[in-house]
């Protein structure tokens, strides 16, 4: 009989809690069954230097040290209580939060759960083979370290299905771990978390872009009036910084890698770039406008009466609620969303409390842009003359009122022959692909060691040297 108290640190009195506990002695040995099936291939008996949550305290609650992946303490952690919190937004704005679920709106609350939930195993399924081609013993760990987090973000939510949903969250939460990313049968419920992560590039683009969809819906949701998941969500947060820190400074590690060899080789054309071992611009673009745009679709319809009634409800709130200086009630307000019609793209304003998908998808896009300017003047630094740009809203969009149109990336609505002409400059090929994966054969393993297409990063983990040993094979 396991002591769940003792291997599994938590500030929800776990140990007193035997409802919880017993949910847990069933979920817990699937969750590791699922781990050793699915976690990261030929990683079990590896020590890697990992973070590890052991508490919410804003100084201490990280803890860094060699540990086996399947030992890790995968935590039960929320934010600390306020009293006086309140549903700042919607219908039941003014009312104390609801320390339990509201009857009327348990299954969208037990539906919300479930969609975020799913979306954290899928990333660890989506790049459960990238450990064998690392770059470095530092990328290793970091991948390393965004799998244990996504494992422990499955918890937070399965922690809210276990305590607050009853025998549906039981089983809600069994769901979690028998569907699988790209299965036909049994996918994963959302489109980006059934596309491969099949190289280092889609891994970093998929950090940047994609786990920054984790964080906007997070904050969305940090916002509920259901207290225990606002409370939840905003843990889960101060984690999820590192896996986009993780994903802007890989790819700004590959741009400065391709940049510098450019300047010195004094080559410009994608092959001769390629000829020399690193990844072409072109590529990069390619591959920024394939994830751009599937993580716009993880917002979900541009008018979407799910998100009116979310926020009507008081269930899921927008971007930064509590700061925005309005109604909290949108009864009067409009939004402008864009829609295709006679071969072009018109605006066109709804109902705000229609469009609360695309607003958050728009808050999305101001902090992509900030980032895309941060790579570009990584290009610019090393005077490459290359410009990388944000595709348009509408490029490759198969949710919201793009889908079915075939937008260019410069936002002209052209037809689908036309589209298909273009679209080997637009997105990665097969050819692509394998030229990237070419590169990523075989792992390198030597500390202070980095493969040929990276850039080595300016400093180490938690003040660690660059030749640190950050993972030890035994
Ligand atoms: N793929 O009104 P609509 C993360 C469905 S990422 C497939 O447009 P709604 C992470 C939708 O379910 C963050 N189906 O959408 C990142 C609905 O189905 P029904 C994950 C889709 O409900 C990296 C129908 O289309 N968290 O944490 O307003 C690594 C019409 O729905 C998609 C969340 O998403 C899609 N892309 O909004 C690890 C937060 N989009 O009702 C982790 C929770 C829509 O017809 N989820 N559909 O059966 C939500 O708030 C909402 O479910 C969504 C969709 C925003 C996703």
């Not at 889960?236 to 060899?261: K, P, S, W």
């Not at 609360?356 to 630094?381: F, K, M, P, S, T």
Request: charged share 25%.
């Amino acid at each position: 009989m396991i002591d769940y108290t003792e291997k599994i640190p938590n500030n929800v009195d776990l140990g007193r809690d035997r409802v919880l506990q017993r949910a847990l002695e069933h979920w817990q040995p699937a969750y590791m069954n699922w781990w050793y099936d699915m976690g990261p291939t030929e990683s079990h008996a590896l020590d890697v230097y990992l973070r590890t949550a052991i508490s919410v305290e804003p100084d201490g609650w990280a803890l860094f040290d060699y540990v086996k992946m399947p030992e890790y303490r995968w935590g039960i952690f929320l934010q600390p209580r306020d009293e006086k919190r309140e549903v700042n937004f919607g219908i039941h704005k003014g009312q104390q939060a609801w320390q339990d679920v509201p009857g009327e709106y348990r299954s969208t609350l037990r539906r919300i759960i479930v969609t975020q939930g799913d979306t954290e195993p899928a990333s660890v399924e989506q790049q459960r083979l990238l450990g064998m081609c690392c770059p470095s013993l530092y990328d290793l760990r970091n991948i390393f370290q965004v799998n244990v987090e996504e494992g422990r973000h499955l918890w937070a939510m399965v922690y809210l299905l276990h305590r607050y949903f009853g025998r549906d969250g039981r089983e809600e939460a069994e769901a979690l771990l028998d569907r699988r990313s790209g299965d036909t049968d049994n996918p994963r419920i959302l489109g980006a978390f059934n596309e491969p992560t099949p190289d280092w590039l889609a891994f970093y683009m998929f950090t940047f872009f994609t786990d920054r969809d984790g964080k906007f819906q997070l904050c969305a949701l940090a916002e509920s009036g259901f207290d225990p998941l606002s409370r939840t969500c905003r843990f889960m947060l101060t984690e999820e910084a590192h896996h986009m820190f993780v994903g802007e400074t890989g790819v700004g590690r590959i741009i400065q890698r391709t940049c510098e060899v450019m300047s010195e080789h004094k080559v410009d054309a994608p092959s001769d770039v390629r000829g020399l071992g690193v990844i072409d611009l072109q590529t990069i673009q390619r591959y920024l406008n394939f994830h751009y745009s599937v993580t716009l679709d993880l917002y979900g319809s541009d008018v979407s009466s799910n998100a009116a009634n979310y926020f009507t409800n008081g269930l899921k709130g927008r971007y930064r609620e509590t700061k925005l200086e309005d109604d909290h009630v949108l009864s009067d307000s409009t939004y402008p969303v864009y829609e295709v019609a006679g071969g072009k793209i018109n605006k066109k304003e709804v109902p705000a409390l229609t469009a609360l998908n695309e607003r958050l998808r728009d808050d999305y896009i101001g902090e992509i842009e900030d980032g895309l300017a941060r790579w570009q003047r990584v290009i610019d630094n090393t005077g490459v003359s290359f410009r990388l740009r944000l595709p348009h809203k509408g490029f490759h969009r198969e949710i919201g009122n793009f889908a079915g149109h075939f937008i260019s990336p410069e936002g002209d609505v052209l037809t689908e022959e036309a589209w298909k002409q273009h679209e080997s400059e637009w997105l990665p090929t097969v050819k692509d692909h394998a030229y990237v994966q070419s590169l990523m054969c075989g792992r390198v393993t030597e500390p202070g060691k980095f493969a040929n297409w990276i850039a080595p990063p300016i400093r180490g983990i938690n003040g660690k040297p660059m030749n640190f040993q950050y993972v030890r094979f035994n």
